[in-house]
């Protein structure tokens, strides 16, 4: 038997890189079932698996080893099938752009939420500063930037397109496996080839994008890059995957929805009802501080929002 890392999956094919280097398509193994099933996807990139060797020289996975955590979503936010965007990974980075195209703040709050539930560290990735001025920016930092720093989370102002703001993201995914994630067309990709250029990562055109429901990157792959800073020579592990347009919640229950927001975390012991959902409750330490401004009222309206797509289905 061989172990690997599965690189790419591609319907029942999977890659797989073994720790001497060398890549193999498998296939899983007949009869495979994994966690009862209601996954798309047996298998995610990230996983570790083993593998026999067929004389072919393609593989036939057995095992598939037990994930340290995953980033899981439904296509839409009521949809019964879900699907495993990736597997055992160090940080979720969040690609989102203020302009062309942007990012709702309900979409940035649902991955984050979904990462929090998994214990996976989130930072937000800014891309495309290039199209503000230097006033939309600034604005942009004392609104956004500053509500999610608030809320435990580290927020970058990048330009895959001019390579700045790259260093400080270098620093911080260096010798570790980074999910981005994020609409289609907000550069991800880019972002990955400004990263490591000897990638090559195919980009959209300037029309591509705005054309709805057309991805460039159509699917997820891990991509080993010698990102060397001065603190870690190790191989960087960075995973780009295709745009999606929603992130439906998985697996969430509402009582334990606050949980998954850091800000509103030391308030919960204080609301006078210990399961209190803090959406009609009375004595309620979220509300109050949303009211009092320490909570902003539109990571709160995403919060309401969840709370409705996790009780649709009840
Ligand atoms: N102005 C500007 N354009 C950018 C920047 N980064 C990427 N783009 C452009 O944005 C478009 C989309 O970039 P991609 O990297 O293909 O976007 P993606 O997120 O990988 O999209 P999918 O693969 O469809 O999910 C391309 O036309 C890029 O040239 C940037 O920093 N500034
Ligand atoms: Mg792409
Ligand atoms: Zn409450």
New binding site residues.
Partial sequence: MENGLVTRTTGSWYNVLTPSGKAFNCRLRGGYRLHGNKQTNPIAVGDLVSFALQTDGTGVIHEVADRRNYIVRRATKLSKQTHVIAANIDLLCI?ATLA?PRTSTGFIDRLLATAEAYHIPACLIF?????LTQADLREAQASMAAIYTTASYPVLQ?????GTGLEQLSQAIAGRTIL?C?????????????LAPSLH??????S??SLKG?????FAEIFPVPLRTAESEATTYLI?????KEFGLVDIAPQELSHFFPEMRPLLPQCRFANCTHTHEPGCAVKEAVANGKISSWRYKNYLNMIDDLTAGE
């Avoid at 990048?158 to 001019?162: I, L």
């Avoid at 991800?188 to 080839?193: F, M, Q, R, V």
């Avoid at 780009?240 to 999606?244: M, S």
């Fill in positions: 690609v062309s891309n495309k500063s290039d199209l990048v330009s895959a397109q001019q981005f994020g609409h289609s067309g907000v550069g991800k990709s880019a972002l990955l080839n400004a990562l195919r980009v959209g055109d300037i591509h994008w057309t991805h460039t990157t159509t780009d995957t295709p745009g999606i």
